[in-house]
């Protein structure tokens, strides 16, 4: 009998949440996806690769700018780069990399730092088509991501909680958008939520089966990626969604248990015409209805940017 993972992929493309090469190697996902916590992650450890990277960056970063400062941004947009570049020989498909999280409600620093990414990538000797740009879902966001699609950059919209996010990044025409699962089950039990029994009743699981349903009836091109997940009852009740993006401690539990694997999503019904789009006024209306979304987009933001903070005093450390 085979094992979950490889059942898995019969069905949802899988996506390794990782910036560890090791990880990737060993469970050859399509597509990888970063963010400011892996990438401080992979170069706060002991991985010869990344260590040897970081330094020759930090090498660099003195000829590139006199300015401290002007150095560690300059060496923090190399160093995403190059790790995602390292992904990239290992992976046949797509890695995802993060605008920084304080651009998130600063439209023209978001197309600012998503072309210098890209430019990046291209002078490293990557076409733009392997690149997805990863920003957070906020109305500026989005409204970034739409003039980046225009131009061929395509997009990841992430931190993805509420349906009129989903709403408004379809109608966008983004390439790809990230539904975070366990992270709607985390604020639900924080609040005195059960533990449910069945995966299908999880709120999480639920959001991301309600934008699939509703990206399919309307025929929105844009991916569905289920992310952030707690257990693999989230992940199997979520088989047939376009893609999931899952930790390697989860891969590992995927690939070592056996079963019969059935698919949960799959819509054909019929095709319905879509409807107006969401405008401004409307979004943020009812993001401000939605509770649970707009503290966790807040949060997730917090976060990443917090630790893209930590990143920079490494670098300015190592320079020092």
């Excluded at 408004?168 to 958008?177: D, K, M, R, Y």
């Excluded at 509770?291 to 020092?320: C, N, P, S, W």
Aim: proline content about 4%; charged content about 25%.
């Amino acid at each position: 009998m085979r094992n979950l993972l490889e059942q898995l992929k019969e069905h949802t493309t899988v996506v390794a949440d990782t910036g560890e090469v090791g990880a990737i190697k060993a469970y050859a996902p399509e597509d990888a996806t970063t963010n400011p916590s892996l990438i401080l992650k992979a170069v706060s450890g002991d991985q010869h690769d990344y260590v040897a990277l970081l330094e020759a960056i930090l090498d660099e970063a003195g000829r590139q700018a006199a300015d401290v400062e002007a150095q560690i941004a300059w060496a923090a947009d190399r160093l995403i780069v190059a790790i995602g570049t390292q992904i990239l020989k290992v992976i046949p498909g797509r890695v995802s990399t993060e605008v920084d999280a304080r651009l998130s409600f600063d439209r023209p620093g978001t197309l600012a730092k998503a072309r210098r990414l890209i430019e990046l990538y291209q002078q490293a000797g990557v076409d733009r088509e392997r690149v997805l740009i990863k920003i957070a879902a906020t109305w500026e966001g989005i409204r970034a991501a739409e003039q980046l699609e225009r131009e061929g950059i395509h997009c990841n919209l992430t931190l993805l909680f509420g349906f009129a996010q989903a709403r408004a990044c379809a109608e966008a025409g983004v390439s790809l958008i990230s539904p975070f699962v366990g992270r709607i089950l985390d604020w639900h039990q924080a609040r005195g939520g059960q533990a449910f029994a069945e995966p299908d009743l999880d709120p999480g699981v639920q959001s991301v089966s309600r934008i699939y349903r509703y990206y399919k009836q309307h025929g929105y091109p844009t991916v569905v990626m289920g992310a952030s997940f707690r257990n693999l009852g989230q992940i199997l009740a979520l088989a047939g969604c376009d893609r999931l993006t899952i930790s390697p401690a989860l891969l590992e539990q995927l690939a070592g248990q056996q079963g019969e694997l059935a698919r949960r999503l799959d819509y054909r019904g019929e095709r319905l015409p879509r409807p107006e789009p969401i405008d401004e006024a409307r979004f943020r209306w009812e993001m401000n209805e939605d509770a649970m979304a707009t503290e966790k987009l807040a949060e997730g933001i917090r976060a990443f940017a917090a630790d893209q903070v930590q990143l920079e005093a490494l670098l300015r450390a190592r320079l020092g």
